[in-house]
């Protein structure tokens, strides 16, 4: 099958390993991987912002480059959860529909559509705490949500269980927002940093030595949080893990 690989904006700009790593990861279960380069943003923060228009073209530059593809693959669930349920700005052509009913977050084209079942080369001998994106939760149902009355799964959890010598711990409050939010932590600084405060603290407090979560904006809000407050918590995104990166 021929893949588009989407690298988010703020994965190109400052964790541009997690896009290689997500690039290895799908060619190593067979995928035809390709990268357009004239991709850009998915429109995701201006549409987020209230400014919809303004996210039109790059909506249509997004379909330009991606609709031809089978897949749409993105180590981003806020990113991909834009795409497939706020993509409004645009006509809605059938290049636009199969752009967004064929774009995944990587974690969820592995467990349901790839249906991996191993690991082989990946091993972790680490204790890892895992962050579930609220877009990628509540928007992609990547797992169970705690507020809710269901039946607990969790996609991530699926595959990091397939990975020789890690060892899931719990968190407290695994479903609380960790406070970015992308434009939330600009505008509403403080209360962003009093949210990533409490989420570092919780992580710290269940013996995680690494975070995880398949969204780098979420982590990278954390990581900062918890250099400012002086906890050892390191943080990887899970497509490292999964593609076998040692640390």
Request: hydrophobic share 35%; charged share 25%; glycine share 8%.
């Given at each position: 099958m021929r893949v588009g690989l989407f690298v988010p904006c703020y994965v190109d700009a400052f964790h541009p390993e997690v896009g290689?790593?997500?690039?290895?990861?799908?060619?190593?279960?067979g995928c035809e991987v390709e990268y357009p380069f004239d991709q850009t943003c998915c429109g995701q923060p201006m549409t987020n912002t209230g400014?919809?228009?303004?996210?039109?073209?790059?909506?249509e530059l997004f379909v330009r480059n991606f609709k031809d593809y089978d897949y749409i693959v993105a180590p981003s669930g806020s990113c991909v959860n834009h795409i497939r349920n706020n993509f409004d700005a645009v006509a809605q052509t059938d290049d636009v529909k199969h752009v967004r009913e064929h774009t995944y977050e990587l974690v969820e084209f592995l467990h349901d559509v790839l249906k991996v079942d191993g690991f082989p080369w990946a091993?972790?001998?680490?204790?890892?705490?895992?962050?579930?994106?609220?877009?990628a939760l509540r928007g992609l149902n990547i797992a169970s949500m705690t507020e809710l009355r269901e039946k607990t799964?969790?996609?991530?959890?699926?595959?990091?269980?397939?990975?020789?010598?890690?060892?899931?711990?719990?968190i407290t409050r695994p479903d609380e927002c960790c406070g970015f939010g992308g434009t939330f932590s600009v505008f509403e600084e403080a209360t962003s940093a009093r949210m990533g405060q409490d989420k570092a603290r919780d992580q710290?407090?269940?013996?995680?030595?690494?975070?995880?979560s398949s969204d780098s904006s979420c982590m990278m809000h954390q990581e900062g949080c918890a250099k400012r407050l002086g906890l050892p918590t390191k943080y990887i995104h899970i497509s490292q893990i999964l593609n076998g990166e040692r640390v």
């Amino acid at each position: 099958m021929r893949v588009g690989l989407f690298v988010p904006c703020y994965v190109d700009a400052f964790h541009p390993e997690v896009g290689q790593a997500t690039l290895e990861l799908l060619e190593r279960f067979g995928c035809e991987v390709e990268y357009p380069f004239d991709q850009t943003c998915c429109g995701q923060p201006m549409t987020n912002t209230g400014c919809h228009k303004e996210s039109k073209a790059t909506e249509e530059l997004f379909v330009r480059n991606f609709k031809d593809y089978d897949y749409i693959v993105a180590p981003s669930g806020s990113c991909v959860n834009h795409i497939r349920n706020n993509f409004d700005a645009v006509a809605q052509t059938d290049d636009v529909k199969h752009v967004r009913e064929h774009t995944y977050e990587l974690v969820e084209f592995l467990h349901d559509v790839l249906k991996v079942d191993g690991f082989p080369w990946a091993e972790f001998p680490h204790k890892v705490a895992l962050h579930n994106n609220c877009n990628a939760l509540r928007g992609l149902n990547i797992a169970s949500m705690t507020e809710l009355r269901e039946k607990t799964f969790s996609k991530p959890r699926d595959l990091l269980g397939m990975v020789k010598g890690l060892e899931l711990v719990d968190i407290t409050r695994p479903d609380e927002c960790c406070g970015f939010g992308g434009t939330f932590s600009v505008f509403e600084e403080a209360t962003s940093a009093r949210m990533g405060q409490d989420k570092a603290r919780d992580q710290a407090k269940s013996g995680a030595e690494y975070v995880t979560s398949s969204d780098s904006s979420c982590m990278m809000h954390q990581e900062g949080c918890a250099k400012r407050l002086g906890l050892p918590t390191k943080y990887i995104h899970i497509s490292q893990i999964l593609n076998g990166e040692r640390v």
